[in-house]
């Protein structure tokens, strides 16, 4: 931008670069503002909590594929009383031991507004996907005691909404433990022909 103010200043006018360094000085002072407001309102990151998972179908086959389908309800808090929350191209997956197994399941583009709550109830699923190994042979384990541990993951970004402020894109990254017992359906509630319904009521790590 300097040098575009500088070709115009050489032209035999000062109009120029006063208007540039005009332009200057208020993205400074809008930065300055941003990070002042940022400083003094410290955003505490919202809350999330996965409150059930109803099982359609979990099936191990061999030589290791596994077919999958879940309903999870994720209830999220803004727990900042100033602050809005724009959630932007956030995803919805299962992993087990680190290990994604089923597709990334989108959640529409949402704002959240001061503590408020919002309910997200995705259906993730995955279709014969491959499983490692090792891997296999710790969940047709786990699979025989009955308990089966996954992880829940929602990854993507945000926004915060001070006022008429919003900042950049912050990444969101937000881990839920599941334990499912698979092995006895009266764990659970049923839900049509061969879904169940298992209460999880877990409070997920969430970093930004």
Request: proline content about 4%; some cysteine.
């Amino acid at each position: 931008m300097s040098k575009d103010c500088e070709k115009h200043g050489g032209g035999g006018g000062g109009t120029a670069r006063r208007i540039c360094g005009v332009i200057i000085a208020f993205i400074i002072i809008v930065l300055i503002t941003i990070f002042l407001v940022w400083v003094i309102l410290q955003p505490t990151k919202p809350r999330f909590i996965l409150q059930d998972a109803t099982v359609f179908a979990f099936n191990l086959t061999q030589p290791n594929l596994l077919t999958s389908n879940f309903q999870v309800t994720l209830v999220i808090r803004n727990r900042n009383s100033k602050i809005g929350i724009y959630y932007d191209r956030l995803h919805v997956y299962a992993t087990y031991r680190n290990q994604q197994i089923t597709f990334p399941t989108a959640i529409p583009p949402t704002y959240q507004g001061h503590k408020e709550d919002s309910v997200w109830s995705p259906i993730i699923f995955g279709d014969a996907v491959p499983i490692a190994p090792y891997n296999a042979v710790a969940l047709g384990d786990e699979q025989s005691r009955g308990f089966v541990e996954l992880v829940i993951r929602a990854d993507g970004r945000v926004r915060w909404k001070v006022g008429t402020l919003i900042t950049g894109k912050y990444h969101l990254h937000v881990r839920c433990h599941a334990f499912i017992n698979l092995a006895d359906k009266s764990n659970g509630a049923i839900v049509g022909e061969n879904a169940v319904k298992y209460t999880v009521d877990y409070q997920c790590s969430v970093n930004v």
